[in-house]
């Protein structure tokens, strides 16, 4: 049976072009697992798109996919059509991480508060410069760890707006987190009950609940993932534990010492004070009813 007709008799799409312009889409996207030229991650990608449209084949489940697809990958070196799904993607979501920023700062007073942050956010360097521009001040505190190319990334872009940052290794948390006030951090994936973030989440997580200190993940809504939208092979596509090569912390290892190095982790949601959106901050108990209730915006 053809997989593309299972979405032309499958009821959910909204109209018969959105149907037509869905296929096409897909049509194109899957074409590309026979291409040498697609990198082997993304031809990954195209794979668990279409067990969708043969699993799963509606307009939720496949906006759903893309979406979260386009927010893994690079214009550079793609396809004409996923460059073009990237540039309307982006546009659409144009300054979503400043609207994130704006909630963040009506959900809590970051003035004159020690900022300990964990990752890079671009939500977060939006948060502090809006602080710098209405002459506000703060203490920022920026978490790296061994090889650590993301953490001095967010240190710099803070740096550059003229506000000093105090950098610390991931080993020494322990000892300035008394002295913070407030704990940010991106995610990669929201979900019902955890969410994905960089490894070394769920340890601050923990110590930041033991010493009552309250922990915002900012994000916003095209990161949410309902996993009832995907059958469980692509679903673990998203939240499985993502490894780096072992040579990053130790080159040619001796023989029978197991080398594990992954820089995303799955994190309960219930560790956390608040998840913002550009919208609406959320509990954790509020997101999860979220989680159901959004409608991931018609990118096909």
Not at 60 to 88: A, G
Not at 95 to 121: M, P, S
Not at 136 to 153: E, P, Y
Not at 155 to 177: F, L, R, W
């Amino acid at each position: 049976m053809d997989i593309f007709k299972k979405l032309t008799e499958n009821k959910l799409f909204e109209s018969v072009n959105n149907a037509q312009q869905a296929i096409k889409t897909t049509g194109k996207l899957i074409s590309l697992i026979s291409d040498n030229k697609v990198s082997a991650s993304v031809k990954e990608m195209l794979q668990g798109l279409k067990t969708i449209i043969t699993e799963k084949p509606n307009i939720n489940s496949i906006n759903h996919f893309i979406n979260h697809f386009l927010l893994q990958i690079s214009p550079e070196n793609q396809p004409i059509i996923i460059k073009e799904l990237l540039e309307v993607f982006h546009e659409r979501w144009k300054n979503v991480d400043r609207k994130t920023a704006e909630i963040a700062l009506q959900t809590y007073d970051f003035a004159d508060k020690t900022i300990l942050i964990h990752g890079n956010d671009i939500a977060i360097t939006a948060l502090i410069e809006n602080l710098n521009v209405n002459l506000k001040t703060c203490n920022v505190i920026q978490i790296i760890s061994l090889h650590d190319r993301i953490g001095k990334q967010q240190a710099t872009k803070i740096a550059e707006i003229d506000i000093p940052v105090t950098v610390i290794d991931d080993s020494d948390i322990a000892n300035y987190i008394q002295q913070v006030d407030v704990v940010l951090m991106g995610n990669e994936i929201a979900m019902h009950e955890t969410f994905i973030g960089k490894t070394g989440s769920y340890n601050l997580c923990i110590l930041a609940k033991y010493f009552n200190k309250p922990v915002y993940v900012l994000s916003d809504s095209r990161k949410i993932l309902n996993k009832k939208y995907f059958p469980i092979s692509v679903v673990d596509m998203f939240i499985g534990k993502n490894k780096k090569p072992i040579v990053e912390i130790w080159k040619d290892a001796p023989e029978n010492i197991n080398v594990n190095y992954i820089h995303l982790e799955e994190i309960p949601n219930k560790l956390v004070t608040k998840f913002i959106f550009e919208n609406e901050a959320y509990l954790p108990e509020e997101l999860a009813e979220q989680v159901d209730k959004t409608m991931i915006v018609k990118f096909i």
